[in-house]
């Protein structure tokens, strides 16, 4: 939250310090979201692709977490059958 907080206070502060460049990227944003809302399907999939990249290292830590808890857990069943005495 504090990097798109910053963003926002740098964003305020250059269109305070150069009036006529906050107008033209307002304009480019206006004309973009004008874009969007003609074209929702391609909007929508352009956001979705960004989501997944933007999840995907998080999804992969996931994944290898559960893989290694996993594995754990199977040698420690293994370990304690061992230590019971079990015979295979």
Known sequence: ???SKRLGWA??????????????????LGSLAALVLT??????S???VVLLTSTLPAL???VS??????????LMS???????GGTR
């Open 11 to 28: 964003a305020g502060l250059l269109g305070l310090a150069f009036p006529a460049a906050a107008k033209a990227v307002l304009a480019a």
């Open 78 to 84: 293994t370990i304690r059958f061992d230590l019971a």
């Open 60 to 62: 992969r830590r996931r």
């Open 39 to 44: 074209h929702l399907p391609v909007a929508c």
């Open 46 to 48: 352009v956001v979705a």
């Open 65 to 74: 977490r559960a893989r290694r808890r996993r594995e754990l857990r199977g």
């Open 1 to 3: 939250m504090a990097h």
